[in-house]
C-alpha cells in the first residue's frame, strides 16, 4: 500500500515557499504573524540537495 505523504522538495516550495507567500495579501498576513509571534523560520526551508 502506498503510503499519504509522499514528499517533494519542489511541490512544496511551491506552496509553502517564501516568494508565493509574499505574492498574496494572505501570504504576506502569514509572515507578518510569524514575524510577531517570533518564529525562528518564517517560511519554509527545504534542506538537503
Known amino acids: 500500500m502506498k503510503r499519504t505523504y509522499q514528499p517533494h ?3 512544496k516550495k511551491r ?3 517564501f516568494l508565493t507567500r509574499m505574492e498574496t495579501t494572505g501570504g504576506k498576513k502569514v509572515l507578518k504573524k510569524r ?3 517570533g518564529r525562528k523560520r518564517i517560511s519554509l526551508k527545504v534542506s538537503g540537495k
Do not use: F, L, V, Y
Request: charged content about 45%; proline content about 0%; glycine content about 12%.
Open 15 to 17: 506552496t509553502h515557499g
Open 35 to 37: 514575524r510577531a509571534k
Open 9 to 11: 522538495k519542489k511541490s
